[in-house]
Nanobody, 126 residues
């Protein structure tokens, strides 16, 4: 059974930086795409960023491009989301997700990720 756990959320001020981490345990390989999604109060969950199984390719939502950076630690089967210049509109619960299938392509579609963490709250005050 794959278990996904996020960490690193918190309360910060506008313009601050924060790094989220996600670890996927229960796998013998790190050859899986990993992604971050977020859900703000009263809104639908949305794609934030994804990274390929090798760590060589990344994809970002337009709203975070240039401010967020996703990276992968292959040996630890974990992924990090470095967030800079945070804005109040970045306030949300951030979820880490990974698919069942290894070596998959990058995807922004939630239904293509079968394993999800419980989420970590990020609050940006103005």
């Amino acid at each position: 059974q794959v278990h996904v756990v996020e960490s690193g959320g918190g309360l910060v001020q506008t313009g601050a930086s924060l790094t989220l981490s996600c670890a996927a345990s229960g796998r013998t390989s790190s050859s899986y795409t990993m992604a971050w999604f977020r859900q703000a109060p009263g809104k639908e969950r949305e794609f934030v960023a994804s990274i390929s199984w090798s760590g060589g390719s990344t994809d970002y939502a337009e709203s975070v491009k240039g401010r967020f950076s996703i990276s992968k630690e292959l040996a630890k089967n974990s992924v990090h989301l470095q967030m800079k210049n945070l804005k109040p509109e970045d306030t949300a619960i951030y979820y880490c997700a990974t698919p069942i299938t290894a070596w998959g392509a990058l995807s922004r579609k939630m239904h293509e990720y079968e394993y999800w963490g419980q989420g970590t709250q990020v609050t940006v005050s103005s």
